[in-house]
């Protein structure tokens, strides 16, 4: 009775498997190996191109950077010119005010002179420090998009399909006391271990964005 029951309900699962497609019964097997076969073929990972660009090495062989950099000099020794005016100024008040008798209408003034230029060369000083690394953020923020862009194009056009950033790759940490720091930032940093100097496009993104450049005039975008 019990073995009946058992080929009942053998029968019926075959059925359920033929009516499903998944029959494994003899004459069959390899056809379905064939389809299977073809099946996980369709679904496998089609190779992909990797390659690594280096951000400091792009940025050292870019034209734009010292261009850049000369224009936040010429914007620092501009603000440093209006604080040199205003200090020969303080100092001019100062000088003036060691003449003046004590207690005079005319000492008071020139006291409140000398403390607005002295209040005003601070301002400046410190506007002029915040000014100067807005500059200098911006210009490293905007070359970065750049090469980001850049790495793009040039990666589409060559058949690339990632693009990694390899800065400092292959690089032992060190345990000195004035790179500690530095090497504990990297340990939880670094993502490339290794890269072979085929893989590395930095030079190649850095002549796409000298060329671009060059298109341009030479001139950086007005900020």
Same mark, same amino acid.
């Given at each position: 009775?019990?073995?009946?029951?058992?080929?009942?309900?053998?029968?019926?699962?075959? *059925?359920?498997?033929? @009516?499903?497609?998944?029959?494994?019964?003899? @004459?069959?097997?390899?056809?379905?190996?064939?389809?299977?076969?073809?099946?996980?073929?369709?679904?496998?990972?089609?190779?992909?191109?990797?390659?690594?660009?280096?951000?400091?090495?792009?940025?050292?062989?870019?034209?734009?950077?010292?261009?850049?950099?000369?224009?936040?000099?010429?914007?620092?020794?501009?603000?440093?010119?209006?604080?040199?005016?205003?200090?020969?100024?303080?100092?001019?008040?100062?000088?003036?005010?060691?003449?003046?008798?004590? =207690?005079?209408?005319?000492?008071?003034?020139?006291?409140?002179?000398?403390?607005?230029?002295?209040?005003?060369?601070?301002?400046?000083?410190?506007?002029?420090?915040?000014?100067?690394?807005?500059?200098?953020?911006?210009?490293?923020?905007?070359?970065?998009?750049?090469?980001?862009?850049?790495?793009?194009?040039?990666?589409?056009?060559? /058949?690339?399909?990632?693009?990694?950033?390899?800065?400092?790759? /292959?690089?032992?940490?060190?345990?000195?006391?004035?790179?500690?720091?530095?090497?504990?930032?990297?340990?939880?940093?670094?993502? *490339?271990?290794?890269?072979?100097?085929?893989?590395?496009?930095?030079?190649?993104?850095?002549?796409?964005?000298?060329?671009?450049?060059?298109? /341009? =005039? /030479?001139?950086?975008?007005?900020?």
């Amino acid at each position: 009775m019990h073995s009946d029951k058992l080929w009942r309900w053998t029968m019926a699962g075959a *059925i359920a498997l033929v @009516g499903a497609g998944i029959w494994f019964g003899p @004459g069959s097997v390899g056809a379905w190996s064939r389809e299977a076969r073809a099946g996980h073929a369709s679904l496998a990972a089609s190779p992909t191109a990797v390659c690594v660009v280096d951000l400091n090495k792009v940025m050292n062989n870019l034209d734009e950077k010292p261009v850049r950099e000369r224009e936040t000099k010429a914007l620092g020794e501009e603000r440093q010119k209006q604080i040199d005016e205003i200090n020969a100024k303080l100092k001019a008040a100062r000088d003036e005010l060691s003449l003046l008798p004590r =207690g005079t209408e005319e000492y008071r003034k020139k006291v409140e002179e000398v403390y607005r230029l002295q209040q005003q060369t601070e301002f400046e000083f410190e506007f002029a420090k915040a000014l100067l690394n807005e500059r200098q953020a911006r210009n490293l923020i905007e070359l970065f998009n750049k090469i980001q862009e850049a790495a793009a194009s040039y990666a589409e056009r060559e /058949g690339y399909q990632i693009v990694l950033r390899a800065d400092r790759a /292959g690089e032992p940490l060190s345990l000195e006391d004035g790179e500690r720091e530095q090497s504990q930032r990297d340990l939880a940093t670094r993502m *490339i271990l290794y890269s072979a100097d085929a893989v590395d496009i930095s030079a190649a993104v850095a002549q796409w964005m000298n060329n671009e450049f060059k298109a /341009g =005039g /030479g001139a950086t975008k007005p900020r």
